[in-house]
């Protein structure tokens, strides 16, 4: 048995879209991970649904059984998610000072990101096991040589600190045709949407639905079962600010915290709303509710989600199975 190790970022140093870069990794033995692909593959078929899972894309909750199904299926797994945070003014900022291109900044994160993301993933392993390191497709990781500059990086940590692992390939496969990918990128994304708290924008941004359905899948995942404790066990956060030699480990409890109480008052407003609606005209269709309330198609999911929690059954009752 072997152990796999899948590797994605968001936000790129030269991006201007946010103020910090993000590198995901998630680490697994190759059964366990066999399992977690089975298991999805079996949502896709329920939910008639073989689309990518991408964070970024997550604009409606037309697919949200499909995510919120997943989300659920990985953290029940013995898994682990190492996410590293840069700050990106402060990287350019020293980058400037050395001085070095952005790209040849960039190099150097990945000569530097195993030391966080998969060192502590490959800590307990056995003497002998074989380790192949996933990579979302990209261009410029070839031309930065980043599959030789992961192995030799890895190989080196090995048998300096004598763990007797070896890794035996560092491959790039699409996410399309990678759900390991795909799961490091929408935990990724949930991570980000909570450390940036994107959720504050609510009522003040254009893409004011995709906010809240982000939020009202995010808001779900977590209230489902104990997968707040589970997260917090499973997921670890650094963080490296160019102020600071050290890189500093994150609790995720304190975005998680923020964000659920913020969540709960914006829900607690809106049922409250939706209520009145039920009680001067009871009886209507979720339809006709939805439209009562402004929301789009896109926000069916939410507003079944409501009325299900006041209805008693619970918010998740048509999901959590």
Do not use: C
């Not at 103020?19 to 692909?37: F, K, V």
């Not at 790209?103 to 003497?127: A, C, D, H, Q, W």
């Not at 995709?210 to 079962?225: A, C, E, G, H, P």
């Not at 670890?236 to 409890?253: C, H, M």
């Amino acid at each position: 048995m072997g152990y796999a190790i899948y590797f994605d970022e968001s936000n790129k140093l030269d991006q201007p879209n946010g103020g910090y870069s993000y590198y995901g990794a998630l680490g697994t033995d190759e059964d366990t991970m066999g399992n977690i692909i089975q298991q999805i593959e079996q949502i896709n078929n329920q939910m008639s649904t073989h689309s990518e899972m991408h964070f970024a894309e997550y604009t409606s909750d037309r697919h949200f059984g499909k995510y919120f199904k997943s989300m659920n299926s990985v953290v029940k797994h013995d898994i682990h998610m190492n996410i590293f945070v840069v700050n990106n003014e402060d990287a350019i900022h020293i980058g400037s000072q050395m001085p070095v291109t952005i790209p040849e900044l960039r190099e150097l994160f990945y000569v530097k990101i195993p030391e966080r993301l998969f060192y502590g993933m490959t800590r307990n392993l056995s003497n002998g096991e074989k380790i192949k390191i996933v990579v979302d497709e990209n261009e410029e990781y070839d031309s930065l040589d980043v599959y030789n500059k992961l192995e030799k990086q890895m190989n080196a940590h090995s048998a300096y600190r004598n763990k007797g692992y070896k890794v035996h390939s560092v491959t790039s496969k699409t996410s399309h045709d990678s759900i390991p990918l795909q799961i490091i990128d929408v935990f990724m994304g949930m991570a980000v949407f909570l450390m940036e708290k994107h959720y504050k924008n609510v009522g003040y941004k254009e893409a004011d639905v995709t906010l809240k359905v982000k939020s009202d899948l995010i808001y779900r995942f977590l209230i489902q079962d104990d997968n707040i404790s589970r997260i917090q066990k499973k997921v670890n956060l650094y963080r490296w600010e160019g102020k600071e030699e050290q890189i500093t480990k994150v609790s995720f409890s304190e975005y998680i915290s923020e964000f659920m109480a913020d969540k709960t008052q914006f829900d607690i407003k809106e049922m409250i709303r939706l209520e009145k609606f039920r009680l001067n005209k009871p009886g209507l269709s979720t339809k006709d509710y939805r439209l009562a309330m402004g929301y789009t198609n896109g926000q069916l999911k939410m507003i079944q989600g409501y009325i299900d929690e006041l209805n008693g059954k619970g918010r998740n009752s048509h999901f959590a199975n």
